[in-house]
């Protein structure tokens, strides 16, 4: 994946940092840093437009960095002010020289100026979202390919259906999360261009007769798209979009916990979390084995979309621009995504798949998972319908008496006519009543790997 952040070189060892979190990209360093890139981005624009001098937009950049900038500096000036932008440009200013601060923050309003540095964080924190996708979708080729002939019990409604492979079910979750990442290179496309600087109306005014060309020219410097032309601010759509696509994201994983949760059962015991070896599961049952990855996955599930109700309630506003603002929420969002793919990773991993367990699982309803694959090969002989009807009696026989599909089957007559205890023996051998599990998996790994390649 190609990243697009921020290439200004004081900054570029904050940003480039291996080890960044999410988290780091909200923090206040981080956040005043953004800030001073983009009045910087704005200074150098107009300065190649000649709208300030560019000896002043060079001092800006010169002094754009964080130890001109102290957290507690604005603190301070902020309880004189009572103004977010203004203590931080106030701060500022007192380390530029040769009056270049009159050219500093020149004809902006505050809202563009968060807006885009708002716009940033959050394309940052796609950045490193998608890295933990791609990670996670490591794991599951491997887990997939793992287990293209791991057999299993395919489950409807909680009852045996048919025969798959976990490797066809696990293809499921890794084709599930390549749309994910898919869905949040779409919604970045967007934020891309949701840079802004459109004046206190989102009319342009008091930016001069070269505003559209400065915006343009601003969104450039910061390595961002050209700018949208209509004035956002008030609507929030984008970001509400990025907040729903959060939301589908921990539905996902919310269902591959709950999934897991199930397949831990004692009575199933086809998966099993890995808790270390000196794990404990319960502290008056010793035999327990609780699984606690899945159900963090499942809370997750949970919260990141009351998050993105916030966010989306925020499209609702008043007139131009009165956005109501919930950049807490987005912060708050990106950030627990961030945690519940970090949750994801070690679980799908370190997965252990008890492959002897699903084997045998299949095995639970006396060969009665098979009973359709007798039904089809009877219908070849004596007709759809009678052989439905002939079977619906023989698994009836079968669940009442407590006895194998092999001997209910054998016990009618129709049957014995028409299929030899050879034969039978073949059509109830599960392994070979698959389909095409194997090569569905198959094909997902490979258009997947194609994608990765590009």
């Known amino acids: 994946m190609k990243k697009t952040l921020i290439t200004f070189i004081f900054i570029l060892p904050l940003i480039i940092n291996a080890d960044k979190k999410v988290a780091d990209i ?28 560019e000896w002043a937009a060079n001092e800006i950049k010169s002094k754009a960095n964080l130890k001109y900038l102290n957290q507690d500096d604005i603190d301070a000036e902020h309880k004189l002010v009572r103004h977010t932008l203004v203590a931080r440009l106030n701060v500022w200013k007192r380390s530029i020289d040769n009056d270049a601060s009159e050219y500093l923050h020149y004809g902006a309003t505050t809202v563009d100026i968060w807006d885009t540095v708002l716009v940033l964080q ?15 979708e490591e794991y599951l080729i491997i887990l997939t390919e793992d287990n293209l002939y791991t057999y299993m019990p395919g489950r409807t409604l909680g009852q045996h259906a048919l025969p798959i492979t976990f490797g066809k079910k696990t293809s499921t979750w890794l084709a599930e999360n390549r749309r994910n990442i898919e869905r949040l290179e779409h919604v970045q496309s967007k934020i891309n261009k949701s840079g802004i ?18 915006e343009a020219l601003m969104m450039q410097n910061l390595g961002l798209n050209s700018p949208s032309k209509d004035d956002w601010h008030g609507i929030r759509d984008v970001f509400a979009e990025y907040a729903l696509t959060l939301a589908i994201i921990s539905k996902s994983f919310g269902r591959t916990g ?6 831990q059962m004692t009575e199933i015991a086809e998966t099993e ?16 084995k609780n699984p606690r990855g899945p159900g963090d996955l499942i809370e997750y599930s ?15 506003n008043s007139f131009e621009r009165d956005g109501q603002k919930s950049d807490d929420e987005l912060k708050s969002i990106s950030i627990e995504s961030e945690k519940m793919l970090d949750r994801a990773k070690p679980l799908l991993r370190d997965l252990k798949v008890n492959k002897n367990q ?28 009678t052989a439905n009807n002939l079977m619906h009696d023989v698994a009836k026989l079968a669940l009442k008496e407590n006895i194998s599909l092999k001997e209910a089957a054998l016990s009618n007559k129709t049957i014995r006519e028409n299929i030899s205890e050879n034969e039978l023996n073949k059509i109830l051998n599960p392994e070979t009543y698959i389909g095409l599990a194997v090569e569905q998996a198959e094909m997902i790994i490979e258009d997947i790997e194609l994608k990765r390649a590009e």
């Open 197 to 214: 600087l459109k004046g206190a109306v989102g009319s342009y005014l008091g930016l001069g007769d070269k505003a559209i060309e400065t």
């Open 122 to 136: 959050i394309r940052d924190s796609i950045d490193l979202l998608i890295d933990d996708l791609l990670e996670i």
């Open 273 to 288: 979390e890995y808790l270390g070896s000196r794990s404990v599961g319960s502290s008056t049952m010793p035999q327990k």
């Open 26 to 53: 909200f923090s206040p360093e981080y956040r005043n840093q953004l800030f001073m890139d983009v009045e910087v981005a704005l200074a150098e624009a107009q300065a190649e437009l000649g709208i300030i001098p």
């Open 258 to 263: 709950n999934e897991l949760t199930l397949l």
């Open 358 to 385: 699903m084997r045998e699982n299949l095995e639970i309803t006396n060969g009665l998972i098979l009973s359709q694959r007798l039904t089809f090969y009877l219908a070849d002989k004596i007709g759809k319908d």
């Open 302 to 316: 949970r919260v990141i979309p009351r998050l993105a109700e916030i966010v989306l309630d925020d499209m609702v």
